[in-house]
């Protein structure tokens, strides 16, 4: 049976408010010294042959945001992934990006490179709910990056959102999960917002000076049915660890 590797790109532009992840602000000395150990990591994985030569069915490029790495960074990764393991034949291999971090010239070289599914962390479409949660990227930003990575040749695209966000109503919702589907994702994933320690926006909730999400809003999974033209649609109560 194939196995499923996951790279870990610990770098953002800036932390979300929500977002408790292990990450460092990026910095290009900072990528540099990682690469490097990146590739040393993978280079005794081979030495201990600790996948004892299974082949791969899946690899994921996660964080953190990995596209704060540049095209040809990402590239030389998984060109020694896939030089010192063996890929199964139509392996998936993922990369979770960030919208404002992506241009379509390199989006292409990552097709080129290997990676056929991307994952944009979109979040909302509101634009007072993203500046509500750190996120400096406007609304249309994900539309771009879409038609971007569509252009590029990327078919299968998921976006996620996150719902019970501040200040969130059932109509702003509503509104998101429809300019999200009108963008036709491969996949859509949901994840329910919680309330990390020590970030941001616990603290403010803490204090006081957080808008609640309207309730009607935290229980939306009843408001979306089949027939949409995303192929799959995931909510999850959780949220997950990783969202770019
Ligand atoms: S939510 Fe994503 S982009 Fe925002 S700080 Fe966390 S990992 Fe970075």
């Given at each position: 049976m194939?196995?499923?590797?996951?790279?870990?790109?610990?770098?953002?532009?800036?932390?979300?408010?929500?977002?408790?992840?292990?990450?460092?602000?990026?910095?290009?000395?900072?990528?540099?010294?990682?690469?490097?150990?990146?590739?040393?990591?993978?280079?005794?994985?081979?030495?201990?042959?600790?996948?004892?030569?299974?082949?791969?069915?899946?690899?994921?490029?996660?964080?953190?945001?990995?596209?704060?790495?540049?095209?040809?960074?990402?590239?030389?990764?998984?060109?020694?992934?896939?030089?010192?393991?063996?890929?199964?034949?139509?392996?998936?291999?993922?990369?979770e990006?960030?919208?404002?971090?992506?241009?379509?010239?390199?989006?292409?070289?990552?097709?080129?490179?290997?990676?056929?599914?991307?994952?944009?962390?979109?979040?909302?479409?509101?634009?007072?709910?993203?500046?509500?949660?750190?996120?400096?990227?406007?609304?249309?930003a994900?539309?771009?990056?879409?038609?971007?990575?569509?252009?590029?040749?990327?078919?299968?695209?998921?976006?996620?959102l996150?719902?019970?966000?501040?200040?969130?109503?059932?109509?702003?919702?509503?509104?998101?999960?429809?300019?999200?589907?009108d963008?036709?994702?491969?996949?859509?994933?949901?994840?329910?917002?919680?309330?990390?320690?020590?970030?941001?926006?616990?603290?403010?909730?803490?204090?006081?000076?957080?808008?609640?999400?309207?309730?009607?809003?935290?229980?939306s999974?009843?408001?979306?049915?089949?027939?949409?033209?995303?192929?799959?649609?995931?909510?999850?109560?959780?949220?997950?660890?990783t969202?770019?």
């Amino acid at each position: 049976m194939g196995l499923g590797l996951y790279l870990h790109v610990p770098f953002c532009k800036a932390r979300c408010s929500f977002c408790a992840f292990y990450l460092q602000i990026y910095r290009e000395d900072r990528t540099r010294s990682f690469l490097n150990s990146l590739r040393h990591e993978i280079d005794l994985h081979v030495t201990l042959n600790s996948l004892n030569r299974r082949p791969l069915h899946t690899v994921y490029f996660g964080g953190g945001t990995p596209t704060t790495l540049s095209s040809n960074e990402l590239s030389s990764v998984l060109e020694q992934i896939r030089h010192l393991f063996e890929l199964q034949e139509h392996a998936e291999v993922t990369l979770e990006a960030h919208p404002n971090t992506v241009t379509e010239d390199g989006l292409r070289s990552l097709v080129h490179a290997g990676f056929n599914r991307i994952s944009f962390g979109v979040q909302s479409m509101d634009a007072a709910e993203l500046v509500r949660i750190g996120r400096r990227t406007p609304p249309h930003a994900a539309g771009i990056a879409v038609e971007a990575a569509r252009s590029a040749g990327f078919v299968n695209i998921n976006l996620d959102l996150i719902y019970g966000l501040p200040g969130q109503t059932m109509e702003s919702w509503r509104s998101t999960l429809e300019e999200t589907i009108d963008l036709q994702p491969t996949h859509l994933s949901c994840y329910a917002l919680t309330l990390e320690e020590g970030t941001k926006l616990q603290r403010d909730h803490r204090e006081g000076h957080g808008d609640e999400p309207d309730a009607s809003a935290t229980r939306s999974r009843t408001t979306v049915g089949p027939g949409t033209p995303a192929d799959t649609i995931s909510f999850t109560g959780a949220a997950k660890n990783t969202l770019g």
